[in-house]
């Protein structure tokens, strides 16, 4: 096994375990929907307990994670290393920290002698020491080391996870201030949520992809440079579409629909290319980037449309966003963590699998499932659906950490993504 599952190993294995205590909270929330949850708990506090610990706990940490064993691959002494390993820890800390309070107090603050103190906010802006010390450690590393090759992909999303820190500490500190409002305070979430998906997920996501498919700069039909360009400036515009429609004057409605846009015209021009270039023939490869195409059209759609039709459509947004933060990435996730852990293919199937229904049930909630056809069962299934991902990945890290004991001298070069073939 490499060094990237042997020696320091246990961060992949803390990210699965956030993944699955999101998704079971995401099962609770769903189950909230038919009634079998207590009065006691908020399902608007579980929405945001389960959304942030999958950004924190699972979109952000295991990227990074990955990134430094293509970027820096092993580990040393050397300062730069030790500070991308602790940042490791503090994302970690404050993301699993930051559940509770989510759970508990949502976004809402929290009297404490005389003031008001947003915790949940301060918790998760904490988070973004950790970002910054990645960040700090991968610039020393970039301009010390000899031959370094910086990637487009990697350094345009750490720069979009750079901007989108900018909005969730302001959350945090106009909270505490008192400044701007509720509006205002909502306005900066939504940037920080658009900057974070839109930009450092999708970026990244390319990039790992790009590698996983073996994909050279010759292989795109434009260059990375232009895609990530496109993403990067479209990215903080999109962030009207999570506000309200009464919010969203006729110059922001037409801002985030051009972000859009541009957006969708990078994913589909890198989906593109990959089909030309012949590389994704016959891979498992293919489930992420079909959903990356779903994603592509959607956004398109709703970029060219009556935004009433889609953007504020509550059941379309959810299935989008879970098509992009489900579907694309953990399906990517997993597929790389298969690069490096040899097990049976099969709980590769079900972890694909049960995606695929999860995102197929939410179909179900959303404007594209004839509204005849809408019954109470509806919500039955997608909650019952809602907790295959936990199950599926539950198995498949159990069968990763006794294939990590029993291949414990098998070594896989570090850095390298190959690509996955039947």
């Known amino acids: 096994m490499g060094s990237m599952f042997n020696k320091h190993s246990s961060i992949w294995q803390w990210a699965i375990f956030c993944f699955i205590l999101a998704g079971i909270t995401g099962f609770l929330y769903r189950l909230g929907f038919i009634g079998l949850l207590p009065d006691q708990l908020n399902l608007v506090n579980m929405r945001h307990a389960h959304s942030h610990l999958m950004f924190f706990g699972w979109a952000s940490l295991l990227p990074l994670y990955l990134i430094k064993h293509n970027i820096v691959p092993g580990y040393s002494s050397l300062f730069h290393d030790r500070m991308m390993r602790i940042s490791f820890w503090v994302i970690l800390i404050f993301g699993l920290v930051s559940f509770p309070a989510f759970l508990r107090w949502g976004y809402q603050p929290v ?18 020491i950790g970002w910054y010390l990645f960040m700090t450690g991968y610039l020393i590393y970039r301009y010390k080391a000899p031959d370094f090759k910086p990637s487009i992909w990697f350094e345009g999303a750490l720069t979009m996870l750079f901007i989108s820190s900018l909005g969730a500490w302001g959350i945090a500190f106009t909270g505490v201030i008192g400044f701007g409002g509720p509006l205002f305070g909502k306005a900066l979430t939504h940037f920080f949520l658009s900057t974070f998906t839109e930009g450092w997920v999708v970026i990244m996501l390319l990039g790992i992809l790009a590698r996983g498919l073996n994909m050279e700069e010759e292989d795109f039909v434009i260059s990375p440079t232009v895609m990530v360009g496109l993403i990067a400036f479209g990215a903080p515009l999109t962030f009207p579409y999570g506000l309200s429609e009464s919010l969203v004057s006729i110059p922001l409605s037409v801002s985030a629909r051009v972000g859009g846009f ?35 059209i959607m956004q398109l759609t709703a970029s060219i449309t009556s935004p009433e039709i889609w953007v504020w459509a509550h059941g379309i947004r959810v299935l989008y966003l879970h098509v992009l933060l489900l579907g694309a990435l953990t399906t990517t996730m997993i597929l790389y963590l298969n690069e490096y852990v040899r097990i049976e293919r099969i709980y590769i199937h079900l972890v694909i699998g049960s995606v695929f229904l999860v995102i197929l049930s939410l179909v179900l909630l959303s404007r594209l499932w004839p509204a005849p056809l809408s019954c109470p069962w509806v919500y039955n299934v997608v909650a019952i659906v809602a907790i295959l991902p936990v199950v599926s990945i539950t198995a498949l890290w159990i069968k990763v950490l006794r294939t990590k004991e029993k291949h414990k001298d098998e070594v896989f070069p570090p850095g390298k993504v190959a690509g996955i073939s039947e």
Do not use: E, R
């Open 262 to 296: 541009l957006i969708s015209q990078s994913i589909l021009l890198f989906v593109y290319s990959v089909i030309q270039s012949g590389k994704a023939s016959k891979t498992l490869w293919l489930w992420p980037l079909f959903y990356l195409l779903v994603k592509g």
């Open 111 to 128: 009297q404490l002698g005389d003031s008001l103190i947003p915790i949940s906010a301060i918790f998760s802006g904490m988070v973004m």
